[in-house]
């Protein structure tokens, strides 16, 4: 078989790259999956009861990214939600990221700006060498809040201890200094209007492209015959796991749905503590649409299963960096995507990688 | 590219015929088709207001065949949706096929199934040699109901004048003599409770089946190296048009989504009469589903568009014969389906076809 690019991958990484170089270079296109899907973990379908859920977890689009958005927006619209996050703390629900509202409710007093920052340099425990994760939280909000909300939630999502992840899984805690209940700030938020699938189906409707799917790379690698390729699964994977495996954390999913309008004031609330799960979504509420009945999505994060985070610790990124130092000895191929890259990739910037990877190619074969 | 099997089209003849190679022979299957979506006109799809349609028109499953129905039955459970059709007839709604109910609304007269057929034998118009579709009608109903019920359907579905059609189009036109309102009387009835998608998707999930979507039978067929070759598509197709084309009717769909729970009295409403339209399909009754809104869809006959009806006259019954021919020389080559076979076969004759194509390949290579 023949063909000019070779996708493997048909998540939004691989999917952009597909669309621009069949429109720009006129190439015909293979985009192969393992999955029986478009989309890959940003898919999202109706289930039994009409309602439209996302069965790989909720996806929420948001960018800073101008060129992302104006791209997209050429394949769907969007219907302009704005995500919002409670989180059941103490037995009531707050808003997060933390602000004045979340401050008030939890403590028990009113806040403003200043006193809101006054107080956290109160409770800040000063450390001299962050080290771990729960140093990074003790050492910007103070021993309360972070067992109120980010020690239990950050054991069960990495099964883990804080005190014994890498500081860069926590980072930086986001605080906010007045009363915006918005999750992400990004200028440009919202869900595709017709679904994530939709979308990715108008963009690699194309007659150029030819989709190859429930069907592993190992099956046509060295089958296809083809200019260019374009990986975006698991970068271990391509080398046979030579370096050795690269580790994620997985999730799974409990379903239910319900005989009632709504379940819950949120998209998304979090259980940062004694529930076995992480969060709850309720998917109409992202969205927004009409229905009878309402189905939400517990998730519970585990070891095993589909990849879905990278593990960022010291160990995990040198071996990356050794895979990625191989990639270089592969001709006409590029490496893209949160599997390839090992790296947490929000979708805008998987699209942002994707037509970075585009641009390279379309420059070098333009005519 | 290499396979044991390769089946080309996806609809429900090629998925019946993948799956049964896959799990009895163990064999690879690559299954492909021209359209981005699995189960050829089957399919269905929730549209953007969250309800589940047919985009390819009504498709309610009913059948005799006790094995097809146990064979599907592994794949899905289906909704026990019992088909009724309303005709809008001299202003008023009856049922069809024309029975007692009907006879009495549209005559204004008590009925009983004797004198409904003594009735039905005055208004017979006798006719020496039943040439056309309209002297079918007319010796079996006679003028009033053929010019009420059937002469402008028949007009609309194949854009000429029942007088003009072979007499095969109308065949036998069905009459009730007792006050039962289902349009179909076989003994299994429904649709399958996820959807045809749903249950095409499950039946083809088996890793020893690959698919490959958005490409042409001509892109694979010196390409893919395989033991047997199923093929469902066009039989001109396959020989390029060699002798010449095989027309079929088509159709255009017009969609309305309306703020109302129901908007009519049935799954299907016929329009025999003066509108352009011969029916409206409104999905909830088919599928069950509860929504605050309702979708309609209109359909419109037309020359030009995918390929749904073959047209059955001598002449192309008899270019189809030729090609039937053409296929003896074809090795390790079945031709299975509505378009392979030229025939119009309802969903479980494609099944029942594609299970007998499958029972021969898999005795043939049975080790």
Redesign the interface.
Known sequence: ??TDLLVVGAGLAGCTVAERVAAELGWDVLLVDRR?HLGGNAADE?N?A???VQPFGPHIFHTRLAEVWAYLNRFTRFNGYIHRVLARVNGTEVYLPLNLDTAETLFHRPFTAESWRDFLDRRRTPIAEVRNSRDVALSQIGEELYRWIFEGYTRKQWGLDPADLGPEVLARIPLRFDRDTRYFSDPFQGLP??GYSAMV?AM??S?R???????DFA??RS??ERRVTVYTGPIDGYFDYALGELPYRSLRFEWQTLDREYAQGAGVVNYPQQEAFTRITEFKHLTG?????TTLCREYPCAEGEPYYPIPNPENHRRYEEYARLTEGERDTFFVGRLAQYRYLNMDLAVAEGLKVAGTIIDRFRG
């Open positions: 078989m023949k029986s109706f039994e009409g309602i439209l209007s017709g189906r690699i409707a007659p492209i030819h989709l190859l799917l429930q069907t099956a046509v089958q296809v649409q009409r229905h009878p009945r």
